[in-house]
């Protein structure tokens, strides 16, 4: 039996970990590996008893932070070693569309919101003529089956209830529609078909996916992706900056609230908006 001190200690910080990541406690219970039965018991106010280190390990691992402190021995959730990889880590090779990381972190995340602010505006959303266009020097000739696969799967993760909202700004899609920057030489039809494509899916796959479309001359931003409470990835070019840390996390989605808030365009309106883009090229 442990002191009813360590005991209460240890409480205290299990639920600050639990609203931290913002989850029930079942959905806190899957995240890190335990019974739901073993966290009620740990929360429960008249337990006066450590969790076994198995417990205590996954609690520690599926949130990132240090055995010592969640049992009262530190004041520092995470140390050493730990702290570097759980703040940060750069992910190379990240020129390609949505691609198997990219699928495998929002599996990850499954059950938890996700959100982008994306180069463009979402791949998933792409078709394969537009994704072929603007990323020709990364994908091999024979990639629209892999491509078409993988927007099939983003997109049915959607319509299972994954929920999604991603900005935009109105000048990438008025680019996009104008031909210019990256898109110059790019077929008026196929920008059309664009417009088109996606405005039918924002249609339908509203309100669990939301799109907001802002103007970049009352806001800028980076493009950036948050996956749930678990890491949010800036996108550099070549490679991905991957945040873990929880606090970092937040401030990403305070930003990406503060983006929604200034947006032009609401989501409930965006597809009329892609449909009167692409009558444009008419």
Known sequence: MAHPSAAQSFRDRLERVIAQTG???????????????????????????????????AI???????????????????IGAELVEAVLTI???????????????????????????????PDFLKTDEVMQFEYAAAL???S????????RLTIASIRDGGEMEACVSVQALELFARGHAQWEGFDAAARKAQFNTMASLVDELYPTLRLN?????????????IFGNSRAAVYLGPTYLVLNA????????????????????QPHVAAAYLRDLGASLD
């Open 23 to 57: 989850l029930n406690q079942a959905g806190f219970a899957r995240h890190v590996g335990i019974d739901r039965s073993t966290l009620s018991q740990l929360l429960s106010a008249e337990n006066d008893r450590l969790p076994r280190a198995e417990t205590l390990a």
């Open 60 to 78: 520690a691992k599926g949130c990132r932070i240090s055995i010592d402190w969640l049992l009262g021995l530190s004041q520092r959730e995470q």
């Open 91 to 121: 992910e190379t090779q990240a020129h390609a569309p949505f691609n198997e990381r990219f699928l495998r972190w929002h599996a990850e995340a499954a059950g938890r919101k996700l959100r982008t602010v994306p180069m463009s505006f």
């Open 140 to 142: 091999g000739p024979d």
């Open 144 to 151: 629209k089956p892999a491509l078409a696969e993988r927007r």
């Open 213 to 225: 479309l802002y103007d970049l001359r009352q806001t800028y931003s980076a493009p950036f992706t």
């Open 246 to 265: 929880s606090e970092h996390i937040r401030m990403l989605t305070r930003r990406f609230e503060d983006i929604v808030r200034t947006a032009t365009v």
